[in-house]
């Protein structure tokens, strides 16, 4: 039903900013809690930031406050992740993700996911 795709991920070196964009389609995109997650090889998937339905309620992991944005919009139908002092721990693919309902934080409460994008921060 619905479909999400991301882009903007790439090779940084530390200290540098990404915006990730997830583009939504085949759904009602501002009904969704919309979540970004990431994934380093051999890992976990793990949770990053969350946005409710409105914008108005936002998320994060301990590990990326104060460095990472999360950002939504309806018109658009996208949600965005503002990157910004990348360390090499935030090497990962990043997955952006689509559920109903109030903000998630765990994978498991997300019905759509996306491919992913890579972000790979050098030292």
């Known amino acids: 039903q619905v479909q999400l795709v991301e882009s903007g991920g790439g090779l940084v070196q530390a200290g540098a900013s990404l915006r990730l964009s997830c583009a939504a389609s085949g759904g009602t995109f501002g009904t969704y809690v919309m979540g970004w997650f990431r994934q380093a090889p051999g890992q976990e998937r793990r949770f990053v930031a969350a946005i409710n339905w409105s914008g108005g309620i936002t998320y994060y992991a301990d590990s990326v406050k104060g460095r990472f944005t999360i950002s939504r919009d309806n018109a658009k139908n996208t949600v965005y992740l503002q990157m910004n002092s990348l360390k090499p721990e935030d090497t990962a693919v990043y997955y952006c993700?689509?559920?109903?309902?109030?903000?998630?934080?765990?994978?498991?409460?997300?019905?759509?996911w996306g491919q992913g994008t890579q972000v790979t921060v050098s030292s």
């Open positions: 993700a689509a559920a109903s309902g109030v903000v998630l934080t765990s994978t498991g409460s997300y019905r759509y």
